[in-house]
């Protein structure tokens, strides 16, 4: 079965600081799709990042990095120098035949 | 990039109407479109999955004759949420996909408040 597993509900760090948010899944299919969205307080689903199973290379982007670690079946997400626009609730996800959400972690970032 | 349009944004009804959420992929066909529920502070909730020209498949524990689910086009999904009740009132959201596992798309949602 699917499932998605973000440990962490809520996070805070001072601004600048760096910060990883966790993500563990589980499917029995060999081929799929692991997904971050961004959740700000207006509620739409900001898209992060897709990374495909076969695709195991970490991804960087600007302040954003991604670690996808089949072995250990996760994909953690790191932010550098966080700012305070941050702050929202990031979601990781996952695709096989459905997309299945984890929990999501509310991030904050303090001035 | 592609894009889904969902509407409307926000609608408060009285208990008892029913409601209905429209969802179109522009700049791409949609084959399979999700819908999901937030409730405040949680994640979102897989409701159902439907397929151009196909009956919706419901989670478990989603009322299929409460939540009407239409597929009818590859650019369009509605969501009609009938008899709608306080207890309904949540963020609903749906999501359009063009193919298998290729790139999810997200509609910017629908608050949607029963009275």
């Known amino acids: 079965a699917q499932k998605v597993t973000q440990a962490q509900t809520e996070i805070s760090v001072v601004e600048k600081e760096d910060v990883t948010l966790d993500c563990v899944y589980e499917t029995r299919d060999t081929t799929y799709y692991l997904f971050w969205y961004k959740q700000p307080p207006s509620g739409e689903l900001v898209f992060l990042i897709r990374?495909?199973?076969?695709?195991?290379q970490n991804e960087i982007s600007g302040r954003y990095s991604w670690n996808f670690q089949k072995s250990t079946s996760s994909f953690n997400f790191t932010i550098t120098a966080s700012q305070v626009v941050d702050s929202a609730v990031y979601f990781c996800?996952?695709?096989?035949?459905?997309?299945?959400f984890g929990k999501g972690t509310r991030l904050h970032i303090l001035p | 990039g592609a894009v889904v349009s969902q509407h409307p944004s926000r609608v408060i009804c009285k208990s008892g109407t029913s409601v209905k959420i429209e969802c179109r992929s522009l700049d791409f066909q949609a084959t399979t479109m999700f819908w999901y529920r937030q409730f405040p502070k949680q994640s979102l909730m897989l409701m159902a999955t439907s397929n151009e020209g196909s009956k919706a498949t419901y989670e478990q524990g989603v009322e299929k004759d409460k939540f009407l689910i239409n597929h009818a086009s590859l650019t369009l999904s509605t969501l009609t949420v009938t008899s709608a009740h306080p207890e309904d009132s949540s963020f609903y959201i749906c999501t359009g996909v063009g193919g298998m596992n290729t790139e999810a798309f997200f509609g910017q949602g629908t608050r949607l408040t029963v009275v």
């Open positions: 990374r495909n199973s076969f695709d195991e």
């Open positions: 996800a996952l695709s096989d035949d459905k997309i299945i």
